[in-house]
Nanobody, 124 residues
C-alpha cells in the first residue's frame, strides 16, 4: 500500500499557475502508475492526468483528459517519491479538490491508493 499526501493547492487568479505535488511513502513508488483526479462541488470525481511507471528508463506513457491538454503537465521524480501536476492558464472551471492516486497500472488508478486531496480555487 502506498500512502499519498498532496500539497500545492491554493487560490489563484484566472490565467495563473500552480504546481501540485504528491509525496508517496512506501518502497514501491517507482513501480506504480500515478495519476491526478479532481472533484468540483456537486460533480463526480474525474480523471485529469496519469503517468505510467518505467522499468529502468525515463520513458513514460502519459495521458491527459482533453480539457487540460496543453495547459497541465504531469511528471514524476522517483528519487523523491513525488509526482507533480504543473497547471498553467488556469480557468475558474478548474476549481476543484485535486487528488493523487497510485496503482500498479494506469487502468487501475481508480481502485488504487488515494490521498486526501488539495483544494484549488481559481477566481475570475
Amino acid at each position: 500500500q502506498v500512502q499519498l499526501v498532496e500539497s500545492g493547492g491554493g487560490l489563484v487568479q484566472a490565467g495563473g499557475s500552480l504546481r501540485l505535488s504528491c509525496a508517496a511513502s512506501g518502497r514501491s513508488f517507482s513501480r506504480n502508475a500515478m495519476g491526478w483526479f479532481r472533484q468540483a462541488p456537486g460533480k463526480e470525481r474525474e480523471f485529469v492526468a496519469a503517468i505510467s511507471w518505467s522499468a529502468g528508463s525515463s520513458v513514460y506513457a502519459i495521458h491527459y483528459v482533453d480539457f487540460v491538454k496543453g495547459r497541465f503537465t504531469i511528471s514524476r521524480d522517483n528519487a523523491k517519491n513525488t509526482v507533480y501536476l504543473q497547471m498553467n492558464s488556469l480557468k475558474p472551471e478548474d476549481t476543484a479538490v485535486y487528488y493523487c492516486a497510485a496503482a500498479p497500472m494506469v487502468a487501475g488508478l481508480v481502485d488504487g491508493s488515494w490521498g486526501q486531496g488539495t483544494q484549488v480555487t481559481v477566481s475570475s
